[in-house]
DNA sequence: AAGGCAGCCTGTAAGC
DNA sequence: TGCTTACAGGCTGCCT
């Protein structure tokens, strides 16, 4: 499931494989894969790429010709290089062809990625609203305090909502609680500043070191070389049945989704 | 405004 | 053995 620091590490090695390179087209398999913005009348392609950028959980690729792509990768979606596995895997539901034969490819199981081809004006219409870069110095305590004033939801379900935090999903919000010792059912509102700023110092510390260890691979996410990240090995709460000081893990469900929490660590 | 939840989607695994 | 059911969760949209 990518999260932020997959999101990131993949973004890292786009940067590398895409540097100085053109993207000459881009084959689509699936219809709702690919959103075609309205204004954009014929292919962008061939364009070379300027800069790419993450904002949240989406990839944003800009084009020499003031076009953009956008990419989320959704529950499942991954981005593999060619060299690397079969002409046509299963489940390939686009694919960006480059120079001298190579290949992207852009494989979702479940098909909640997308793919947007937009004017680089257009950006926002097809970004949702979201909140702060966890990593970035705008996420402190007093942002974090204005966001939650009056919020009387779990602080677990606070977490993953993109337009408060952007990027944070599910395994991520409940390493970060356990390792902050915070209980997911807390009411937001109800946390101490001291707690607060516990919160935000762990946050960017599970990011940072999940980023260093090339993101989670619980189920389908993988690096560009459809290698495995390594941060799954560090987990210590998510799909645990004990946690690491040996107490039993209680599981339950916020938000449809499902929390891991050790009730006498996390107060 | 805030919050809860169904629905989208497919592979995997458990249960009968 | 083979069928049915539950589960995994990022996001949108609907309802209260």
Redesign the pocket.
Known sequence: ???LPEVQTILNELEKELKDKQIEGLDCYHS?TLIWDKELTATPFPAKIIGLERH???ILIHLTNENTIII?L??TGKLVRDNTIANHP??ERACFRLSEKEKIHFID????GKIVLCPTKNIPAYL?ELGVEPLSEDFNLSYLQKAL??????IK??L?D?KIIAGL???Y?NEILYRAKINPET???SLSSQRLSKLIKTTKTVLNEAIEKNGTSI?DYRRIDDKKGEFQNFLQI??KTSCPKGHPVQ?I?Q????TYFCPVCQK
């Open positions: 499931m990518p999260e709702r949240g959980k989406f989320h959704g529950m299963k489940h199981i479940r098909t909640f949702p004033k009056g919020r009387k939801a779990p379900n606070i993953m993109q999903g599910n395994i919000a009411p937001a509102s189920s998510y799909q599981k469900k938000g449809g989704r499902s």
